[in-house]
């Protein structure tokens, strides 16, 4: 019995212990020995990129000692739902970082604070990408700017540059030269292209597609998906046309993995992925083996990039320290932190005060990137990312249409019908319930 | 033809399958303690290296200091400790109250217990997370203590009640017949006679707490409060998974689990087959 009493009082002394250990809970803004202290959430924490954000917090709480912030990292894959469940119950934080997809929803549910004021007002305003900038008004129900994009990245296509001056093809630049290239770079025990058929695939594949067109927009006059507008479907039979004579057979199940090895160990001379890929192919060849370009222009001549491949810092409209948060946002975004930030990721930064910087210069694939993005004709179109069910369409729908069209299950037109259709039907339903 | 050769015969029916069963669970274990001690190059060579040829204690540093596998490990350890004593005192109290007693509704109480396991955790993350709110215990591990309890005392109870039922009530009427109140018969009777269900239990708790990564995560929004596996989830980024550090994250996960089951082994056996035999 008396030992029953004794485990009884050491649970309570732990729980008392824990308890009085830990007793501040808020996620929240509040003031610590004068100091206000801003909580921040980075929504793709990591051994990489973890200590990245800790050394520029570090700078920051040195270069004002009157704020403290704190940092809170999210692994990648649940950082949607826990901002979810934040503002839910309303106990979000005051500054965190936030992918431009998630904005229009975050918009509609109120919980962020808009930037416009405090972007016009500081000297970031001429610096940071007025295309990235404005895509964030465009994409919310409001306009107003909710998200400084402080990265961006971007779809290239990675070439042998090697092969390529080997075999005297040009590396192309237009869409003919690209199809071109897949067929003359197949030989000598390799393929000139692969295509990414499994997991991720129809990300890429929208891109390519809009690439080609040099669509704007997303719908038409009379609301309906351009999925399946003829200058997609003319693409796609091109494309697909390649795989198996110009691409290796296995690319049906081709996912990221797969098909940024098949690249580096020398059985492709092209793939399309974006520049987050670049340390992989740093690894497996030397620099003057490989590059980066752009996809290729559409027959006017003009880039086409999909809008939204910006990371964002968003300020919470619950914040109690908004001037602070925004010092810290304002901090981020300087040309100095984008630059280190961006360097260390291997990503674009937005502010053009780094264009001069030594790392920018030397990076092939970051001024190719950037030089598509700061081409005052680059077109970036924007993809329904306000849609609940837009991803489920992708997974579901188009990578395994994808699959379909390229065994010869289905034809290219069937295959963009049933995908257009379940864009119409998510949007109808989207507007109904938006009451538009 | 095949009747003779006794030998034959177990070492095709009884040595082969435990061999095979045995390479089929300890393989991806092997492979995990191999990559941990692997410099991250070697990782992905090819040729596979079967064991690291210049074995490296670095990933075991990057993940204890760097991600801070430290600090993750001491709160997993709290929680999973407290819980468990928590679950193994309610859940016995209320399995003898079960198995013991006669009283109204006991029925559906019962089916009420069972019912509870069929709510999808995921749906009671908002609700949880506001009442914790309003408590000021969120990021506090009072809050994952609190629900890791009440998620494992239904089913806890149960099974306790299950081992109480094996137990002669009759030992508790000589211990009153001696002279025990029920509290002193229950401490030394019924409690030596249910230590293998109570290490089951205890197990079956901790086991639970350990692995736990969804209600750990979003009750937590302090980065030196988060538990083990929402560590070993920022292993994985978009573009790269940091292998030696998860494998590293994923063998220092391991060592309680493995250290529990070494030692709870012969209970857990006993606990299996009923408490009294006899």
Redesign the interface.
């Known amino acids: ?1 008396r ?2 009493l004794k ?2 009082a ?2 309570m002394l ?2 008392g212990g ?2 009085a250990g ?6 929240g803004s509040g003031s610590k020995d004068g100091k206000v202290k801003l ?1 921040f959430w980075d929504e ?8 990245i954000w800790e050394e520029l917090i570090d700078r920051f709480n040195e270069e004002n000692p009157e704020i403290e912030v ?9 950082a949607k ?2 901002l979810d ?2 503002i ?2 309303d ?1 979000m ?1 005051d500054v965190a970082s936030v992918q431009t997809s998630w904005l229009p929803e975050f918009a509609i549910r109120d919980a962020l604070l808009p930037l416009d004021d405090y972007l016009a007002d500081s000297e970031l305003n001429d610096l940071i990408n007025a295309g990235a900038v404005n895509f964030n008004k465009e994409i919310v129900n409001d306009g107003k700017l909710y998200g400084i994009p402080y990265t961006q990245n971007l779809d290239v296509i990675w070439v042998r540059s090697d092969w390529f001056n080997d075999a005297g093809v040009t590396i192309p630049s237009t869409w003919d030269e690209f199809f071109n290239a897949a067929e003359e770079m197949t030989g000598d025990g390799h393929y000139g292209y692969t295509i990414r058929g499994g997991a991720g695939g129809s990300f890429q594949l929208q891109r390519l597609m809009f690439a080609y067109s040099g669509l704007e927009n997303y719908f038409d006059e009379d609301g309906k998906s351009v999925i399946n507008h003829p200058k997609h479907v003319e693409f796609l039979e091109k494309y697909i046309e390649l795989y198996g004579k110009n691409t290796p057979k296995s690319d049906i199940t081709n996912d ?1 993995k797969e098909m940024i090895a098949g690249f580096d160990t020398g059985v492709v001379a092209m793939v399309h992925h974006n520049i ?2 670049y ?2 192919h740093q690894k497996a060849f030397e620099a003057d083996q490989f590059e980066a370009i752009p996809l290729p222009k559409t027959e006017d001549g003009k880039y086409v990039a999909e809008g939204g491949n910006t990371i964002n810092v968003s300020i919470f409209n619950t914040t109690k320290n908004a001037d602070a948060a925004w010092k810290f946002t304002e901090f981020i975004n300087s040309a100095e932190s984008q630059s280190y930030w961006n360097e260390q990721v291997g990503q674009i930064p937005t502010n053009s005060g780094v264009l001069d910087m030594d790392w920018i210069k030397e990076a092939q694939h970051i001024k190719t990137a950037f030089e598509v993005y700061d081409n005052p004709d680059t077109v970036l179109y924007q993809p329904p990312f306000y849609l609940p069910d837009y991803r489920s369409i992708l997974d579901n729908i188009v990578d395994s249409g994808t699959q379909k069209v390229m065994s010869g299950d289905s034809s290219v037109q069937e295959f963009l019908d049933e995908w257009a259709k379940a864009v119409d039907a998510s949007e109808a339903k989207y507007n109904e319930a938006m009451k538009k | 033809m095949f009747n003779t050769n006794g030998r034959t015969n177990k070492v095709l029916f009884f040595y082969l399958p435990i061999t095979l069963m045995f390479m089929w669970t300890i393989f991806p274990i092997y492979w995990t303690i191999n990559t941990a001690f692997k410099h991250e190059g070697d990782i992905i060579k090819r040729p596979l290296e079967y064991l690291p040829t210049s074995p490296t204690v670095e990933n075991f540093v990057v993940a204890w200091n760097n991600v801070g596998f430290a600090t993750f490990f001491k709160n997993s350890l709290i929680i999973g400790i407290t819980t468990v004593f928590v679950v193994i005192i309610l859940s016995t109290l209320s399995g003898y109250a079960l198995t013991r007693y006669k009283f109204k509704g006991k029925g559906s109480f019962l089916l009420m217990l069972l019912s509870t396991q069929f709510i999808p955790r995921a749906m009671l993350i908002i609700p949880l997370f506001i009442i914790f709110k309003n408590m000021g215990l969120i990021s506090n591990p009072l809050s994952l203590i609190i629900t890791y309890t009440a998620v494992e005392i239904p089913f806890t109870t149960i099974l306790m009640s299950g081992f109480i039922s094996n137990i002669p009530r009759e030992l508790e009427e000589a211990a009153a017949v001696d002279g025990c109140s029920k509290l002193q018969a229950l401490r030394f009777v019924m409690f030596p006679l249910l230590l293998p269900g109570i290490v089951a239990t205890a197990v079956f708790t901790f086991i639970y707490t350990w692995n736990e990564f969804l209600l750990a995560l979003m009750l937590t929004n302090q980065q030196s409060k988060f538990t083990l596996p929402v560590g070993l989830s920022f292993m994985m980024g978009e573009f790269n998974v940091n292998y030696g550090a998860l494998a590293a994250g994923s063998v220092i996960a391991l060592v309680p689990a493995v250290i529990l089951f070494a030692y709870a082994q012969k209970h857990l056996v006993s606990g299996m087959g009923g408490a009294v035999k006899g």
Do not use: H
């Open positions: 019995m030992n029953l485990i009884s050491l649970i732990i729980a824990i308890l830990c007793g501040n809970g808020d996620s909580v793709n924490a990591g051994p990489q990129r973890t200590p704190e940092y809170v990292g999210l692994p990648k894959d649940s739902a826990k469940t934040a839910a119950a106990d934080p990221y987050g890929s340390g992989e």
